[in-house]
């Protein structure tokens, strides 16, 4: 290329010396106009290519909006399209200003590749993030489980996912990752199963106890009763060393998941020692023998 830059300067410098001095300075003077006129046009293409290209974002942006397309993906695709369309109107220019574009497009793709190189681990959170927002493991606003971090979505950008832990932390995790483990979305099914685990002293009436147990549960009305599969139920799970162990399970909807637990838990603590069922606590026998 500075070869050819090279030679190009020789070829003219040898057109030159053949003129004369007037000839010579009309070549300049047409060559600097010829130059300027492209400079305009330029200009003028970068501007009018600039205001299409933001009319166009705005346009993509009120359809995203209409459309109620994910906050995510939209803002995805606009940052994506206007970079696209800003690196072919900087092309258009270049040819216009008389540039050779084929050379730039190489010298751009052998750029490319370096960086690309250098930033591998970038480019792979990038492609992470592409294949989230097609496959959509998750989307913003579900509680997610993934990389030894659980918290809400909060934005899934183009090299890493934003989530906000229950004590409002916010944790960056690459995208990368993410498309190629295991993740637990909490909140895309729509009804989850709430366990509770209840230790009862020996002794106790068991009937009883899953009486009172599931008419705490039948007076919530989060629990959901639609079929015999969501019915709540009670049954023995441990003979444990100082207690019988109860496990109680109930379906709710994934977004009351929290309060149907808490609560209840709260009301078989209060309620169930006056109803005639003992929390125990740990004890050892001990056995004298005399001799």
Known sequence: MAAEKTETLTQGWDLLKGLSFEDAITKIANSFVDFAFK???????????????????????????????????????????????????LVTIIGILGIETSSFLALFASAGVAIGMALSGTLQ???????????KPYRVGDYIEAQGFAGTVKEIQMFHTIITTPDNKSILIPNGGLSTSSINNYSREPKRRVDWSISIQYGDDFTNASQQILKILESDSRVLRNNPAEMPFVGISNLADSSVVLTVRAWTASSDYWGV??????????????????????QLDVHLKQE
């Not at 290209?53 to 994910?70: P, S, T």
């Not at 959170?125 to 496959?135: C, K, P, S």
């Not at 808490?262 to 078989?268: A, C, G, Q, T, V």
């Not at 020692?273 to 740990?282: A, I, R, S, T």
């Open 39 to 89: 400079l305009v046009i330029a200009f003028v293409v970068f501007y009018v290519g600039r205001f299409i290209i933001r009319k166009l974002n705005q346009f993509l942006h009120n359809v995203f909006e209409k459309k109620h397309v994910d906050a995510s993906l939209s803002t995805f695709i606009l940052s994506f399209t206007q970079i696209l369309l800003y690196f072919i109107l």
């Open 125 to 135: 959170n990038f492609a992470g993030g592409v294949l989230i927002l097609l496959l």
């Open 261 to 282: 637990y808490f609560d209840n838990y709260k009301r078989m603590y209060a309620e169930l020692p006056g109803l005639g069922v003992n929390f125990p606590y740990p």
